[in-house]
């Protein structure tokens, strides 16, 4: 089992954004942590991922903006968000997948990202 917490956000500057996420175990035993996000009328979306061996991968929509990493001393993942736009306006959700069973949930967090 796998509990996520939310750690915060950080505003890094103009357009900039920092969500964090701790995990509850080491998560160099967990698969793939990533984030979702959620926008009003939308699916939920995997906007980042890390899986152990493989490596990072990223929507479409948010390469070259956004950079997910981990740190597997204080076992927790970011998710760095530059040059923020509008349609980046959604709850953020941290995410764990152990390789098998059900995934894990962290908090949602909200951004908003005005024009």
């Known amino acids: 089992e796998v509990q996520l917490q939310r750690r915060g956000r950080l505003g890094a500057g103009w357009g900039s954004l920092r969500l964090s996420c701790a995990a509850s175990?080491?998560?160099?035993?967990?698969?793939?942590m990533g984030w979702y996000r959620q926008a009003p009328g939308k699916q939920r979306e995997v906007v980042a991922s890390?899986?152990?061996?493989?490596?990072?991968t990223y929507a479409d929509s948010v390469k070259g903006r956004f950079t997910i990493s981990r740190d597997t001393v204080k076992n927790t993942v970011d998710l760095q968000m530059n040059s923020l736009k509008p349609e980046d306006t959604a709850v953020y959700y941290c995410s764990a997948h152990l390789g098998y069973g059900s995934g894990y949930w962290g908090q949602g967090t909200q951004v908003t990202v005005s024009s």
């Open positions: 175990r080491s998560i160099l035993s967990i698969n793939t």
């Open positions: 890390i899986t152990r061996g493989i490596g990072t």
